[in-house]
């Protein structure tokens, strides 16, 4: 079992729907990243968080702690948005181990 | 803002050939990685380096090795290439907290040894 999982893998979604991709891990954490890369390889960090919620714009992260569960969320998507967005955890042993990343496609 | 700039977008080489990938950052960022980043297995590090002439073994370190002769740059190498190491080259820099604080990325380098 990988200890940072995400789903889903791949996801498709009309233009103004709302959007939520998911992130799991096995390990103790410090921190919790979420990326995104677009098409054409560079990367960009999103968030950082240790606990509750952070919003910027329409996007939206989520951490829970017990459940060792993030989300990330996208309000009213539009095409732009489309990339793989990675979900990388900060362990407590000083490590950054990312996701597979889930690949969002929008389509107007 | 903080810009990471990899020398390549696209390079092929062939096997055998001794590869080098270089990195620069203009923030006087203390952490450096490599990673490479394979369809399904996300970012992998390669190795880390946290000062000037220091480096850390990352998980998959066989088959590279690196240089880190001055604070902004950060080079990979490949000894003897190999067809295993086709793939996505990603540089990234961070302050000293690597878990706590977001790494900077660089725009990629799509490797392809023949």
Known sequence: ?108 | DVKVTQSSRYLVKRTGEKVFLECVQDMDHENMFWYRQDPGLGLRLIYFSYDVKMKEKGDIPEGYSVSREKKERFSLILESASTNQTSMYLCASSLPDRVRQPQHFGDGTRLSIL
């Open chain 1, 1 to 108: 079992k990988n200890e940072v999982e995400q789903s889903p893998q791949n996801l498709t979604a009309q233009e103004g729907e709302f959007i939520t991709i998911n992130c799991s891990y096995s390990v103790g954490i410090s921190a919790l990243h979420w990326l995104q890369q677009h098409p054409g390889g560079g990367i960009v960090s999103l968030f950082m968080l240790s606990s509750g919620k952070k919003k910027h714009g329409r996007l939206i992260a989520t951490i829970n702690i017990q459940e060792k569960h993030s989300s990330l969320h996208i309000t009213a998507s539009h095409p732009r948005d489309s990339a793989v967005y990675i979900c990388g955890v900060g362990t407590s042993y000083d490590k950054v181990i990312f996701g597979p990343g889930t690949s969002l496609s929008v389509i107007p």
